[in-house]
């Protein structure tokens, strides 16, 4: 079988939440040999880092002489580095872009050297702490999502992931093609913020152009793709499970609702008599009765008697799955079996890292390889004493090399 695409490149992720995980671990799925630099062990208790597939451990703290130099090696042997830190940290630590990548004296020209944050590295947020729904917030983007009484947020998905993870991947990828021309690394700058806003040029675009799809601005849930539409919403059944419905085009609304009003039970109406017809579509004063209708009738039957009715129909008619069934779902059209998604998208010829470890493997313990990694940059046994005595590997006496 060929390498996976990103065989032989070589990233060092300092360790953080979840973005930055998140970015190491695609390329980690594709082939990178991904070091993590983890601060060594204490009496800390941390959250486990569940985007560590594929990966390896060090633990050593840069903040002592002899810590500094190995993350000062790994770095200047590394074709990637990613920065989950807040503007100035790595500079503090001697550790900044100008360090690897100076005209004058860089140590490692040639290295990715991806930053990621939250919140722009200029203006007044830069220095603040923030999530993901603070920077949703401040895309712009959150303004415009649905939900009753104000806009609710998709989980920590969209900033997170999408606009920083996915993004800054993204971006390393983009500067290691345009290595193989210039022969030269660069910084690579990601924030959630903008990433978040990258993202729904789309929606922002189509506001400002008043187009029907998104409300227009300081307006919710009026438009066809914000919540407004009853034929482009959730709806909860019987059995308190819910059917996705969005059958925008007129051809797959005439199904829908023919399927829909066939299954329901004979003379299904609002108390006035009222039933809907296709003619409802395009009267945005008939939504609001064409919502209630929908609600009511799809609370007339379980789930999985509405996934029969629309069962290999083009009536934009699903059901909304929980992880554990979208699992099983999956399995059908990929190698893979559980709940760890595989990774996407797929390379027929180098295709990614495969098989997916196993659950045991979606962690990787602090430190876990620090003594095989040292071995690797060719620590002796003098600067293991150092390593030791300066307690840039925490509370360990001893280490095998």
Not at 4 to 11: M, T, Y
Not at 187 to 195: I, N, P, R
Not at 204 to 211: I, R, T
Not at 367 to 394: C, D, F, K, Q, Y
Request: hydrophobic share 40%; glycine share 10%.
């Amino acid at each position: 079988m060929p390498a996976p695409p990103l065989s032989g490149i070589k990233v060092v992720e300092f360790a953080g939440l979840a973005p930055g995980p998140m970015a190491g671990m695609i390329l980690a799925d594709f082939g990178a040999d991904v070091v993590r630099i983890d601060r060594p062990p204490s009496g800390t208790r941390t959250t486990p880092d569940v985007l560590a597939r594929g990966k390896r451990s060090i633990a050593v703290d840069p903040k002592t002489p002899s810590g500094h130099a190995v993350v000062r090696r790994l770095v200047e042997r590394a074709d990637v580095l990613i920065d989950p830190f807040r503007p100035g940290v790595m500079e503090r630590l001697g550790l900044g872009p100008d360090v690897f990548l100076s005209e004058k004296n860089g140590s490692n020209r040639g290295v990715v050297y991806a930053r990621l944050v939250g919140f722009p590295r200029t203006g007044p947020y830069k220095d603040r702490a923030g999530h993901d729904l603070n920077y949703l917030a401040l895309s712009g983007a959150l303004s415009m999502l649905p939900g009753q009484r104000k806009p609710e947020f998709p989980l920590n998905i969209l900033a997170d992931f999408a606009g920083g993870g996915v993004m800054c991947a993204m971006g390393i990828l983009l500067a290691l093609i345009e290595r193989n021309k210039s022969r030269r690394g660069q910084v690579v700058d990601v924030d959630m913020v903008s990433g978040v806003r990258y993202l729904s040029t789309f929606p922002f675009l189509a506001a400002e152009l008043q187009l029907p799809y998104f409300s227009p601005h300081g307006k919710r849930e009026s438009g066809l793709l914000d919540g407004g539409s009853p034929f482009y919403d959730v709806y909860a059944c019987a059995d308190g499970q819910w059917m996705s419905v969005a059958c925008l085009e007129p051809q797959f609304f005439h199904i829908f609702l023919s399927l829909f009003l066939g299954a329901l039970p004979p003379g299904f109406a609002l108390k006035d008599g009222w039933r809907p017809s296709e003619a409802d579509r395009d009267d945005i004063d008939m939504w609001p009765r064409l919502q209630t209708f929908f609600e009511r009738g799809f609370a007339q039957h379980p789930r999985d008697y509405w996934v029969k009715v629309f069962d290999a129909k083009d009536a934009c008619a699903v059901p909304v799955l929980s992880p554990s069934e979208a699992a099983v779902l999956a399995a059908g059209a990929s190698a893979s079996r559980g709940s760890v998604p595989s990774p996407h998208p797929k390379l027929e010829r180098t295709p990614s890292v495969a098989p997916l470890p196993g659950a045991e493997s979606w962690t990787v313990t602090r430190g876990a390889h620090t003594e095989e990694i040292l071995r690797e940059l060719g620590v002796g046994e003098r600067e293991m004493e150092a390593l030791l005595r300066e307690g840039a590997l925490g509370d360990r006496t001893t280490a095998k090399l």
